[in-house]
Structures are given as structure tokens and as C-alpha cells.
């Protein structure tokens, strides 16, 4: 069964980075998922796409799949640069400002 390997990215309702330092192990299931008729819940019949293992480092990560027979991709994260201003948040609330500041 086919898995990948990614550092998850931060939550989008947050600025904290909770969660996104360590690397995922997923499996990426065969089958589509089916919704149930009567409750409407999604299920899938294969229950491997329900296991998330969590690793220090993409080594690790590796290391596991391939002691393992686990036909595994590895996605590397995006990485952002760093949004620094000249003036930095206080410059928002500067009194020599020669334009008006609004949201």
C-alpha cells in the first residue's frame, strides 16, 4: 500500500506552529470513500488510511517505510520568507506617518 511523507503545514486559523515540526507518515487509500445514506458520514473500507505515524525527521520517516516494504513519496514543504518591515509593527502607530493608515 503506497504512502506519503510530509511535515504538515500550520493551521490557517492560528499564527502558532503547533503540530508542524515533526514528519508524517500517511497511507493514501485504493478505494474512493462512500457516503453513508442514513447518517451521511464518509467511510472507506480500508481501515490503513485511518493511520497517521508521526517521526522527528524524514530519515526516520524513510527509515520506517523501507524497514517496512512501504512503497512511500516523500512532498518537502513549501518554505515561506519571512515578512519583516522597515519599520516593523510600531510603525504603525508612528506620529511622523505622511500617509493615513487604515485597514
Known amino acids: 500500500m503506497p504512502a506519503r511523507i510530509y511535515r ?3 493551521n490557517a486559523m492560528s499564527s ?11 497511507y493514501v487509500s485504493d478505494t474512493a ?3 453513508d445514506p442514513l447518517m451521511g458520514w464518509t467511510s472507506n473500507e480500508d481501515t490503513q488510511a485511518q493511520v497517521r505515524l508521526r517521526f522527528p525527521t524524514k530519515e526516520a520517516a524513510l527509515e520506517y517505510a ?3 516494504g512501504i512503497d512511500a513519496t516523500v512532498t518537502e514543504p513549501h ?3 519571512a515578512n519583516v518591515r522597515k ?3 510600531g510603525d504603525n502607530f508612528a506620529t511622523n506617518r505622511r500617509q493615513v493608515w487604515t485597514h
Do not use: H
Open 66 to 68: 523501507k524497514d517496512n
Open 33 to 35: 470513500r462512500e457516503v
Open 16 to 26: 502558532g506552529m503547533a503540530k508542524t515540526k515533526q514528519w508524517v507518515l500517511e
Open 79 to 81: 518554505r515561506r520568507k
Open 8 to 10: 504538515p503545514a500550520r
Open 87 to 89: 519599520g516593523g509593527y
